[in-house]
C-alpha cells in the first residue's frame, strides 16, 4: 500500500489548514456563500437536503485498519455513527456540521486521507478493480497506476477548471470489475509477450446522456501513460463545452468531433508534451510499485476448510456467494456484503467497521477495499480463517450471503439525502431485497444485478444493471423507469428502457412479474437474467412488465 | 377537480449545522415548518425573500417554495419538500427526531 512520504503530508496539512481558515471567515461572514461555494467544494464539502455533506476519498477502494477505524471514530465523533460507502469507492459522511469539518479533515490526515478532489469539475478519485492485487484473473495490480494518477491530478495547475468532472478507472485484469468503460477515462492493462501495455477507453459515462467508452489507444506503453493521459485531458479542457455543463462531459466531446479527430488532436497534444515527461514519472512509479507488493501470503495446506464446507450448509452458500478466486489457491478473496435485506445500500456502522478493520487484521494481512458495488472486500483470506471469519462477521449483519444476487443492489443516497435527486433509491432497493429474501428464492435467481438511481445523473449505474431503476418526478409524484439488459462489465452495454415507469407503490410488483418471467422462460437454472434477456430481447419481459397494454393489444 | 390554489414559504439550511429552517414573520429563522411566514402574494415573497437573504452569514441556499393549505394549517406542496421537514426514511434522522418540529 502507498505510504505518504513527507510532500505529501505537508501537502494535505497545508490545504487543511487554508481550509479551517476559509470555513472560519465564511462563519465569521467575511466570505458570502458564493465565494466559499467553491472552495468548499474543492474539499469534497456538499450542501444536501438536511445537512451537509463530506465526501472523503479512498483511493482506489484500497484501506488498512487503521484507516477504517478512523473513518468509524469520525462517524461516531462528528456524524451519526454510520458512513455511506459510494459507487465511486469513497464514503460519505451526511451529518457533519460545518464547524466540525476541519477537525474531520485534520483526522483524515492523521491516518494518510483527505475529500480533496471528491467533488468539483477536476480529475476525481481515480478508482480500480476491488479485487486488484488478489484476483486469480489479474494480470497486473492496477493499483501503482492509479496510485500514480491520483498524484499527478491531485492540484494539477492545468486541471483545477475542467469543463466538468473527470473520472478514471483502472482494471488490471482480464474481467472488466471497475466499469472502465463508462468512465472518461477507462485504462484496462493488457499483456503482450511479457510486458504489459494499457488499452485506453474515452468518453464513456452514464448520466444524462449515457455512453460506452471508445477505445482509442491499443496497448499503450507504461512510459507514455501519464503523458498520454495528459493528453487527452489537455484536448478536452479546451474542446469541452463550457457553455452548458450538460454538454461537457467528454463523452460529449467524442461523440461531437468524432473519435477520429479527437484522436488525431490527443497525438498532436501527446508528441508536443511527451519531450517534457523526462522520466521522474517513471521512477516515481517503480516505487509505488514496490509499495503494492503485497504481503507475503502464509504457506500452510488447506484441511479443514473442506471439512467445514462440506458439512456447514450455511457457511457453504456463503461461501459460493461471498468468496472468489485468489491467485494462490490456498486463499480467497472476500466479499462482506452491506447489504443485509432491509437495509441502507452502502452503509456501515461505526461498530461494523471497527470489527471490519479487526478481522482484516486478524485474518486479512490488514488489506481491505471498498467495492463500487458498495460492498467491503478483504483480499486476502486464508481458506483456513474462513470459517472463523464467517463466524465473526455473522453478529454484526456482515455475513450475508448475497453477492451477485437480487438483493446485492447498487442504490445511490438518492432523495433521501442528495440535493439533485428526482425521487427516492433506498427505499426502493430495501423492498425488492425484503421481498426476494422473504420469498427464499434469490439463490435460485441466480446472479443479477439491480441498480437503481434517484435521477438521471445516474450515480446508481440504472444504465448498466441487469435491471436498472431510475427514480424521476413526475408531475410532483415519484415514478420509476425500468431499463432491462445493461452490463457493467468488459461486454458494457446500456440497459434498454422497458416502457412506462411505475408509481412507487406498483414498481415492486412489476418487478416481482419481471422475476417470475425470467424464471419461466430460462433455458436452466444456469442461464442467467442477462443470458435469457440476450436471447430473447424485451418482448417476453415487456409482457410481464405491462400485462394490461399486452391484453389491449391482443383484444384490439 | 381546480388545482388548489399554492402559497409560498421561505426555506434555507442554517449555516453551521446545515439544519432546515424556514424564515417566520418576525424576520428570523425557525427549525419548525409550522412557524414559516405564508405568502399568499408571490410579489410579497419576493420581496420577503431579498430581505431573508440578506441574513447570509446564518443561512445556505434560501429560496421559495410552495405549500398547500391542509386542514386549517400548511403542509409542503412537493414531497422533496416533505423529506426536508421530516428527514431520510431509512433512519430515524434528521427533524422526524423532535416530534415537535414535524
Known sequence: MYKYNDFDRSFIENRNRQFRAQVARRIDGSLTEDEFKPLRLMNGVYLQLHAYMLRVAIPYGSLNSAQLRQLAYIAERWDRGYGHFTTRQNIQYNWPKLSDIPEMLDALAA????????????????????????????????????????????????????????????????????????????????????????????????????????????????DDLLPYIEAVVSVWNLLGRR??????????????????????????????????????????????????????????????????????????????????????????IVSISLKKPGQTPGDASSAQMRVIADLAEKYGYDEIRISHEQNIVLPHVHKEDLFALYCALKPYDLATANIGLISDIIACPGMDYCALATARSIPIAQQIATHFDAL????????????????????????????????????????????????????????????????????????????????????????????????????????????????????? | MPTPKLSQIITANALINGDVIYFTRHGTWSPNFDEAEVFEDDAIAQDVLIRASAQADQTVGVYLTKVAADNGSYKPAHFREDFRKTGPSNYFHGKQEGVKNV
Open chain 1, 111 to 222: 491516518v494518510n486521507m483527505h475529500a480533496i478532489q471528491t467533488s468539483g469539475n477536476t480529475i476525481r478519485n481515480v478508482t480500480a478493480d476491488h479485487f486488484a492485487g488478489a484476483a486469480a484473473d489479474e494480470i497486473a495490480d492496477p493499483r501503482p497506476y492509479a496510485e500514480l494518477i491520483r498524484q499527478w491530478s491531485t492540484d494539477h495547475p492545468e486541471f483545477q477548471f475542467l469543463p466538468r468532472k473527470f473520472k478514471v478507472a483502472v482494471s488490471g485484469a482480464h474481467q472488466d470489475r471497475a466499469v472502465t468503460k463508462a468512465h472518461d477515462i477507462g485504462l484496462r492493462i493488457t499483456e503482450r509477450a511479457g510486458k504489459i501495455g494499457f488499452d485506453v477507453i474515452i468518453g464513456g459515462g452514464l448520466g444524462r446522456t449515457p455512453m460506452i467508452g471508445k477505445t482509442i489507444q491499443e496497448f499503450l506503453p507504461v
Open chain 1, 243 to 332: 457553455d452548458n455543463k450538460y454538454k461537457a462531459r467528454i463523452k460529449i466531446t467524442v461523440h461531437e468531433t468524432g473519435i477520429d479527430e479527437i484522436k488525431a488532436l490527443i497525438d498532436q497534444r501527446f508528441n508536443e508534451i511527451r519531450p517534457s515527461f523526462s522520466g521522474i514519472d517513471q521512477s516515481l512509479l517503480n516505487s509505488i510499485i514496490a509499495d503494492f507488493q503485497g504481503p507475503e501470503l502464509r504457506n500452510e495446506p488447506v484441511h479443514e476448510f473442506h471439512t467445514r464446507y462440506d458439512s456447514a450448509a450455511v457457511f457453504r452458500s456463503w461461501i459460493d456467494t461471498n468468496t472468489a478466486a485468489h491467485r494462490d489457491n490456498t486463499h480467497s
Open chain 1, 440 to 556: 427464499k428464492i434469490e439463490h435460485d435467481i441466480g446472479h443479477l444485478q439491480v441498480k437503481i438511481s434517484g435521477c438521471i445523473n445516474a450515480c446508481g449505474h440504472h444504465h448498466v444493471g441487469h435491471i436498472g431503476i431510475l427514480g424521476l418526478d413526475r408531475a410532483g409524484v415519484e415514478n420509476y423507469q425500468i431499463t432491462l439488459g445493461g452490463d457493467a462489465t468488459q461486454t458494457a452495454t446500456l440497459g434498454e428502457r422497458a416502457g412506462p415507469g411505475f408509481s412507487a407503490d406498483d414498481l415492486l410488483p412489476a418487478i416481482d412479474r419481471l422475476i417470475t418471467a425470467y424464471l419461466s422462460v430460462r433455458l436452466s437454472p444456469a442461464e442467467t437474467f442477462l443470458e435469457t434477456y440476450r436471447r430473447l430481447g424485451q418482448a417476453p419481459f415487456k409482457a410481464a412488465l405491462y400485462p394490461e397494454t399486452q391484453q389491449n393489444t391482443k383484444a384490439a
